[in-house]
């Protein structure tokens, strides 16, 4: 079973005291002592991001890891990641990320380990980078789109509520032909596919909600209501 739970926003670096969301990625192993590997490449390797997801994830029922590729654990990358159950990707610049896991052949080894089962998760560039396509300030001036993987069809964008030029210029470049319908999340929400297509969409906001966004003449946006984890 392929796996990609993609964040609009949330989780430990956005929010350290709310853990429902990444309590549900780590149920999605279905192990009871999940190895996930944190890949916080967007960030530049941030010392501090890094940090912060053992901060977290070291009090869990999991075995966590991360693949910094300014100091690379092994040379031996693939086996290095294929021995994991869920792959957790950080926010940051796409770009970036997309340059160097391309440098490094990360874009092939994560395509083979979500083949095989592995669980692909991540939060903004870590969830548009899945996408054909995603909404991205990777270029410093402003939003704009920006090719990605592909292992997901559509295009993704991400903090929909969470920063108010977001929904303007995703809507913006679908009317005009800049980017693919495709997807949009709130902060605190997560999509969760199964192969191509979403088999659960969840929440740690009560109120936070995702969107199919498409284009008929016009500019359509349907709103979805995700569960939320919370009682």
């Known amino acids: 079973m392929r796996q990609i739970i993609a964040l609009g926003g949330g989780g430990f670096s956005m929010e350290p005291d709310n853990p429902l969301l990444d309590l549900y990625i780590l149920k999605q192993s279905k192990k009871t002592n999940p190895k996930i590997c944190f890949l ?19 009090k ?42 391309k440098e490094w052949g990360l874009d092939k080894i994560l395509r083979k380990a979500w083949n095989e089962g592995v669980v692909l998760a991540g939060i903004s560039a870590g969830s548009i980078c899945w996408f054909e396509e995603g909404v991205t300030d990777s270029f410093g001036d402003g939003l704009d789109s920006i090719k990605c993987l592909g292992f997901l069809d559509g295009s993704n964008c991400p903090h929909y509520d969470g920063e108010s030029d977001r929904r303007p210029s995703y809507q913006n470049l679908i009317k005009t032909g800049g980017i693919q319908p495709g997807v949009a999340a709130d902060d605190g929400v997560a999509l969760h596919y199964i192969d191509q297509n979403i088999s659960n969409i969840v929440s740690s906001r009560p109120y936070a909600k995702a969107y199919k966004v498409s284009l008929d003449n016009k500019v359509i946006e349907e709103e979805i209501q995700p569960i939320f984890l919370g009682s």
């Open 40 to 58: 916080p490449t967007a960030s530049g390797d941030s010392e501090n991001y890094i940090s912060r997801f053992y901060e977290f994830f070291g």
């Open 60 to 101: 869990q029922n999991c075995l966590p890891s991360h693949l910094s590729l300014f100091k690379p654990p092994t040379r031996d990358l693939e086996s290095f990641i294929l021995d994991k159950d869920i792959i957790y990707v950080g926010g940051g610049n796409t770009k970036n990320l997309l340059v160097l896991w």
